[in-house]
Every structure is written in C-alpha cells, then in structure tokens.
C-alpha cells in the first residue's frame, strides 16, 4: 500500500514536498518512485530512488526537484523547489521489485492514489 501526502495549490516559483508512506511489504521495494500526469497528457516518470539510494530524475525536473528515501520508514519524499505552472498534475508514488528502465510505469505494479499539484 502506498499513501502520498503533501500537495496542494502554490504559486510560482514557490516549492512543495511530496510523501510517500509504503507500507505491508514482506520484503522493501526495490525502486520507489514519482510519475505525474497532468491534464490532457500521458503519465511521465519524474524522478526514482532503488533502494540502495540511487537516483533518477527527468531532464524537465533536474536542478528543482529532489527525491530521497527513509528506508527505515519506507517513506520516499519529493522535494519541489522552483515550481511553474508546466508542473500542475497528478503526483502518484509507484513501487518496483525489480530493476530496469526507472521511467517505465510498466515496472511498478503497485501505486498510490495520488495527489495533486497546482502551481499558478
């Protein structure tokens, strides 16, 4: 199971931070990670953490937004700093037991139920 907390409504340039809390897992998952969709658009990777703290991001987020893990917890974050309007979507945290291409949603067979962004 996974829950994302921490969206909401900010304004330009401001910044926000993302949770997810994953949880009843026999074993941690390999790879968590963050896709957003927004309106009219197909679901794109953003960024992924494996469990070892490797890190992937999208070139579109590279140098504002920042993923990392509390593998104590099994919580990943998503920091969002210098936030536009082009980052308005759907935030969903997505967990992967194996490896391959981070920003294949195919390899997460498990998601959140989202939560929302909205930059004006």
């Known amino acids: 199971q996974l829950v994302e907390s921490g969206g909401g409504s900010v304004q330009a340039g401001g910044s926000l931070r993302l949770s997810c809390a994953a949880s009843r897992y026999t074993y941690p998952p390999y790879r968590m990670a963050w896709f957003r969709q927004a309106p009219g658009r197909e679901r794109e990777g953003v960024a992924a953490?494996?469990?070892?703290?490797?890190?992937s991001c999208a070139d579109s987020v590279k140098g504002r937004f920042t993923i990392s893990k509390d593998n104590a917890k099994n919580t990943l974050f998503l920091q969002m700093n210098s936030l536009t309007p082009e980052d308005t979507a759907i935030y969903y945290c997505?967990?992967?037991?194996?490896?391959?291409?981070?920003?294949?949603?195919?390899?997460?067979?498990?998601w959140g139920q989202g939560t929302q962004v909205t930059v004006s």
């Open positions: 997505a967990a992967a037991f194996l490896g391959g291409d981070w920003s294949d949603q195919g390899k997460y067979p498990y």
């Open positions: 953490a494996t469990r070892s703290g490797a890190t």
